[in-house]
């Protein structure tokens, strides 16, 4: 080890130290950046959750109160104890449900079948349910509105079906919510490598048993991503419930909501109040699934 | 372990296009053969086939004395190793190994002992909680194995198990993959694109193109008498050389006739092969092997005039790339273009066309790239080829002995 030959010059150090302050610099300014931008987001909610524990004349005073002075729970039993809550309360869930289940059965099996089959028209199915999602809602209100009100003189489905039936905006809520559902879960599928089902085939798994012990295991990210939209958007959609359920009774918590403002002004606290624990359903369902999301997907499966 | 048999195995795609066309090949009891060929030859779907992973449009595969045309994957009672080796993901070293056993109902005491004696057969015993992101290309290799020895199953199927690993990994592979068979004695059918990986492992090598089977024969028998002028192209490397020549027959005597020059064909030779005397007077192609290829000095044989173009030194020997004036074969339609030279660059003597010769010559031979050189043809060393057909003159059916060429 006496002699070492020099092959290439050593970088000179002071080279080296100005860009680097620079990039320092620069990166402070991106966090900068990003917490300027994460304020914007999470103050409306800090400002729903404080409204919804100040006394209405703290809520109304021309001074605004960063922090409730004098908090309470006041606005809380006034909003549970407000006509109909535990109705939009069983409505909502309801509804959530069965989307969040059904979308999922559905959308697994139209992407199963649109990743792992090939069949005539396939191409044109996958660029249609793209197409689908390019039309706004607010297009379809009108035609809908008029298809479930005829549907609610045929006998058979109107039980289920038609306007101011739960049953009727499940079906609408389907609509928007499985296009998206079968994409996602079509991306995470093609993500699985068909060799990973051929193996447990030869390896003496059944078609079902290779699909249920390898492929369900390894899209499950997706279907919990899957959900989580499903479930948000059920969740928060107000303009299909408001026009398509009429009676109080049968209102979900997003309409519910809506009746705390009223010709003569609009009950602040309550308001938030009911706001602040509409949101919390979702905030639970999106920590229970989440744990899920993060585990590695397919890596490891194959060489890539 | 059983014996693997293709009668008249035939597989469309999409009604029209043919992935393999008519195979008949048999695997025997034991033995490892190998399937090699170009990308896109019906050697993988050959494979997928016995597996039950693709139809059999025609024919029949019989997996010991079975037909399993109409079975289920999991009835055949076989193991494959995937190219991407196809480890479960979520599961960890020891599910990965255990999954085909648990599949087949083994007891959990069972499974466990199988495991674990494969694990440390191969290596892997520290490793059976990883999952196989955390493991290397080799060792997810290893597992891949592993995963098919623990089932103890009739026969391997393995499609191209090591084109994943970098080349010396692949190396090592392939050693220990041949010494696994070996001391397992199980039935294998082995798929790869790798004319190396197939000369080296297989006891026979059975060599596919455009969903033909072209040859099966021992490595050694495929390199010394390819069948024809694909399997002569495609079985060794470098690959032979091949050009046109004209065969004429002067009073009893025959000849080839190379450009210019003249090598006449010794009358034992003739002798040996007597279907070359049919071709007298009509162009045939001829090959050689870089290592019957010549420096003149020394060795007998008729001399070619030719230039050096490129010396390769490989260390042990070197290769020579030598232009002499000769036809090159025009047929690139019946040889495997990949293993091919690019055609002739500068003209050894623009009037005449010319043909790049690759030579394996000895190390110590001081070659200079723009040299003239004399090299050295024995015509007992050249391969003939109908220019047709592309069938070696004399079919590999008729016997040929070894000492015909030596």
Not at chain 1, 10 to 22: E, Y
Not at chain 2, 215 to 231: E, I, S
Not at chain 2, 292 to 316: K, N, P
Not at chain 2, 330 to 353: C, H, I, K, M, Y
């Amino acid at each position: 080890m006496s002699s070492v030959t020099q092959i290439a010059p050593t970088p000179v150090a002071p080279v080296v130290t100005r860009p680097r302050g620079r990039r320092r610099l620069r990166k402070a300014g991106w966090n900068v950046l990003g917490l300027l931008v994460l304020l914007v987001m999470v103050f409306p909610v800090y400002w729903m959750v404080a409204t919804a524990f100040k006394p209405g004349h703290d809520i109304l005073s021309y001074t605004p109160q960063w922090v409730p002075a004098h908090p309470t729970l006041s606005n809380f039993t006034d909003a549970i104890h407000t006509q109909y809550f535990w109705d939009a309360v069983k409505n909502s869930l309801i509804i959530v449900t069965v989307v969040v289940g059904l979308s999922l059965v559905l959308a697994f099996l139209a992407a199963l079948a649109l990743a792992k089959f090939r069949f005539y028209g396939r191409k044109p199915f996958i660029v249609l349910i793209l197409g689908v999602q390019m039309v706004p809602l607010a297009a379809l209100i009108i035609p809908l509105y008029i298809m479930m009100s005829r549907l609610n003189d045929v006998k058979g489905v109107n039980h289920v079906l038609g306007v101011d039936k739960l049953g009727g905006v499940i079906a609408m809520y389907l609509t928007f919510v499985l296009p998206f559902a079968v994409w996602t879960l079509r991306g995470f599928l093609l993500g699985v490598p068909k060799e990973l089902e051929e193996s447990a085939m030869v390896d003496g798994a059944t078609r079902f048993g290779a699909f249920v012990r390898i492929l369900l295991p390894l899209v499950g990210p997706g279907l919990v991503a899957t959900s989580i939209f499903a479930f948000i958007q059920a969740w928060n959609e107000f303009i299909i419930a408001y026009v398509f359920l009429h009676t109080p009774q049968k209102q979900t918590l997003m309409v519910w909501l809506a009746s705390f403002t009223t010709l003569r002004g609009t009950d602040w606290g309550p308001l938030m109040a009911g706001a602040t624990l509409c949101s919390l359903p979702v905030i639970v369902f999106f920590l229970l699934v989440q744990r899920r999301i993060a585990f590695g997907l397919t890596a490891g499966a194959v060489k890539g | 372990m059983a014996e693997l048999q293709f009668i008249h195995v035939s597989k469309v795609y999409g009604g029209d296009t043919p992935a393999v066309r008519d195979l008949n090949l048999e695997v025997k009891e034991g033995e490892f053969v190998v399937l090699v060929g170009p990308s896109g030859c019906g050697k993988t779907t050959a494979l997928r086939m016995v597996a039950g992973l693709e139809e059999i449009t025609d024919g029949e595969i019989r997996i010991g004395d079975r037909v399993v045309n109409e079975l289920a994957p999991r009835e055949r009672d076989i193991a494959m190793v995937f190219q991407n080796y196809a480890l479960y993901p979520h599961k960890n070293v020891y599910e990965n190994l255990a999954f085909g056993l648990r599949m087949r109902k083994v007891s959990k005491a069972e499974q466990q002992r199988r495991v674990e004696a494969i694990a440390s057969k191969l290596g892997l015993a520290d490793m059976l909680h990883r999952r196989p992101a955390q493991l290397s290309g080799g060792q997810r290799q290893r597992v891949a194995m592993g995963r098919a020895i623990v089932r103890e199953p009739k026969a391997f199927l393995m499609d191209e198990p090591l084109s994943n690993l970098d080349a010396k990994l692949r190396v090592q592979m392939r050693a220990e993959i041949a010494r696994i068979q070996q001391a397992l004695e199980v039935t294998t059918l082995y798929v790869t694109h790798d004319q190396v990986e197939a000369m080296t492992m297989g006891h026979r090598v059975a060599v596919m193109r455009d969903g033909l089977l072209q040859q099966v024969d021992t490595p050694q028998r495929l390199y010394d008498f390819p069948a024809n002028l694909f399997v002569a192209s495609f079985v060794g490397s470098p690959p032979m050389n091949l050009l046109e020549a004209t065969l004429e027959a002067d009073g009893g005597r025959l000849s080839c006739r190379l450009g210019d020059t003249e090598l006449e064909l010794p009358g034992d030779l003739v002798a040996e092969r007597p279907a070359l005397a049919g071709y007298a007077g009509r162009r045939v192609a001829v090959g050689i092997r870089p290592e019957d290829v010549r420096e003149a000095s020394g060795w007998d044989g008729t001399r070619v005039a030719g230039r050096i173009l490129l010396v390769e030194a490989l260390g042990a020997e070197q290769l020579v790339h030598i232009e002499i004036a000769a036809t090159p074969l025009e047929r690139t339609e019946l040889v495997d273009t990949a293993s091919q030279l690019p055609g002739p660059t500068l003209g050894f003597n623009e009037a005449e066309r010319a043909v790049t010769l690759l030579g394996r010559f000895d190390r110590h031979l001081l070659l200079v790239p723009g040299e003239a050189v004399e090299v050295a043809i024995d015509p007992r060393l050249l391969h003939f080829f109908d220019l047709e057909t592309g069938v070696a003159i004399p079919t590999a059916d008729v016997p040929v002995t070894v000492q015909v060429l030596h």
